[in-house]
């Protein structure tokens, strides 16, 4: 076990920082020295030391995974499994506050960060032959390490933007903020903090122009339905209209949420109790059916720690290579 007695200060750090910053830096001490994330109070530990998710620091958020991609014949299509916070010491998705995990396996609202103007590092993989189920553990839990190096691996810096001065601002009032979807696209996704649920609004290129894309999802898609805990499963049909690519569209998309796994999960950036979602999103284009099943790991108090995404149209509940798996990293 390596230990640290001081923390670097980094400005490029994002504000995912997780408390171990407040207004500055704070040095290690023996008490927070861990081998495991069961072994700290917020139940993540990072390069030996216990994370604090209990702290003055401003949260972050990161993407919770995306199914955007492919569109047809209108070349863009919508469509995301979720966008969840990843970072620490946020409460009721302020973006600042106090957040301490209970460690009860339900992710309530005000322990996951989501709001706008956040930040958080992952590592991003290409296709790898990682198994989306884990490794089943003796007390019914499962046991996912992702915290190896994989294929096309690349640092990304995934931001809650602004709606303020977007050129789509006004076609989505009431909007909490944008978010890209996924790395193979540049589209974001608008996204809306309510009072129970966070729910995808539509999806739009970034720039205006004659090739813009500008989708509304009626009705919105609830992507995470608050409390969520093991066994509970919820699901929206919306339709999909606007532009894509400068195109007139009109499709369908349904999304299949269920949180059906608990454990331990194992980023670049440390070891995370987590709540599997899996999510299979139905998009039909014309006489073209895609389906995408994506899965999202969150902790309690750091949002979604990691988002697997399965190559389309994959059969069965549990895949043994993901098209793309986004990892939280320091």
């Known amino acids: ?4 007695n001081m923390v670097r200060c980094n400005k490029k750090l994002p504000l995912l920082a997780l408390a171990l910053w407040a207004l500055g830096c704070e040095a290690s001490s023996p008490a927070d020295e861990c081998h495991t994330g069961s072994d700290c109070p917020s139940g993540a530990c990072n390069d030996g030391r216990c994370v604090s998710a209990s702290g003055g620091a401003a949260g972050a958020a990161g993407s919770g995974g995306a199914a955007a991609g492919g569109g047809g014949t209108a070349g863009a299509g919508g469509g995301a499994a979720g966008i969840g916070g990843a970072g620490g010491a946020t409460s009721g998705g302020s973006g600042g506050g ?3 995990p209970n460690h009860d396996g339900v ?6 960060p989501l709001a706008a103007g956040l930040a958080a590092k992952f590592l991003v993989s290409g296709p790898a032959a990682v198994p989306s189920a884990g490794v089943a553990q003796g007390d019914g839990s499962r046991l996912w390490d992702f915290s190896a190096g994989l294929s096309g691996d690349h640092l990304v810096l995934v ?5 303020d001065g977007k050129w789509f601002a006004a076609k989505y009032p009431g909007a909490t903020y944008a978010a890209r979807l996924s790395e193979s696209s540049d589209l974001l996704g608008v996204f809306e903090v309510g009072a129970t649920a966070l729910v995808l609004r539509g ?15 009626t009705p919105p898609v609830v992507v995470l339905d608050f409390p969520v805990k093991e066994g509970k499963t919820w699901s ?6 606007g532009l894509a690519q400068g195109v007139l569209a009109n499709y369908t998309e349904g999304y299949e949420s269920a949180a059906d796994a608990h454990g331990t999960l194992k980023a670049p950036f440390g070891e995370f109790p987590v709540l599997r979602t899996r999510v299979v999103l ?6 073209v059916t895609t389906v995408v099943r994506s899965y999202l790991f969150g902790a309690e108090c750091f949002g979604t720690v990691a988002s697997f995404v399965a190559k389309d149209n994959a059969t069965t509940a549990e895949v043994s290579e993901a098209a793309e798996l986004r990892r939280l990293a320091p």
């Open 236 to 241: 929206t049909s919306s339709t999909v209209t």
């Open 159 to 163: 931001e809650t933007q602004k709606l």
């Open 282 to 287: 139905t998009r039909k284009i014309g006489l």
């Open 203 to 217: 999806v739009v290129s970034p720039a205006d122009g004659v090739t813009k894309t500008e989708l509304t999802y």
């Open 1 to 4: 076990m390596r230990r640290s």
């Open 107 to 112: 992710l309530d609202k005000s322990e996951t």
């Open 98 to 100: 106090f957040c301490s």
